[in-house]
């Protein structure tokens, strides 16, 4: 699933390659699938797309936001697979979930593997989608201080226990992470995923919030993660820190044993020495 960090570098090589360009026919899948979450039938978006002109795109929490001048905008959202961006005479892949031509004979798929919303929205009604309407601050938006992240905390302690994972990963409460992004976040952090949140001190709290940031900008600066891909089919350059493949080799900074847990929905890799 893309996290933040690809999506902010999907918007920014759309724009260096797409911007500008005329829609010559919008498609929606071949593939049918269950989990993509479309707004218009077919005929819909082939005649609302027409002759459209690709303008700035950008990206907020899991969203991709791709205006079609004038007047519309392709929403892209909780998407994961592959948003492939091909030059005239590319071969289509087999299967896609939309399917855009560009008069310059260039196109564009989209492919999702678990699900995802490909939807298109009159220029403004794509800010009253659900999940969209009321996003919090994300990492990339200026509104995201230390100020604000010790009030978001201040109030998550007051509705429930909640630990470090379910701060990063659970109900959006910082929108674009999940649960890849959120364990190297932990491990530069130096925090146990289940450590309770209300026991955090001043100083910890610094270091969540350092690692949100550093960790966000260090995997945009490096193209995304390692196992996922950007426009041109390229994998990110990222290499993250915990996932499976840390189980074979010792912590980066201690040189211990990697641990593994299940813990809220997923596999969680931490170290037991710098984590705790
Ligand atoms: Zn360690």
Redesign the pocket.
Known sequence: MFELPEYINLAKQINAALNGKTIQCGNLGNSPHKFVWYNRSQEEFTDLTQGKKIGKSHAKGRWLFIPFEPGYTLLFGECGGKILFHQADSKLPKKYHLYLTFTDLSFLTATTQMWGAMELYEQGEEFKREYVKDMRPTPIDPEFTFTYFNALMDESIGQKKRSTKSLLTQEQLIPGLGNAIAQDILFNAGLHPRHPIDDLDHAQRGKLYAGIMDTVEEITEQGGRYDEFDLFGQKGGYVRIMDKNALERP?P??E?EIKKIQYLGGACYF?P??QQ
Do not use: A, I, L, Y
């Open positions: 912590c900074q201690c211990g170290c020495n710098c």
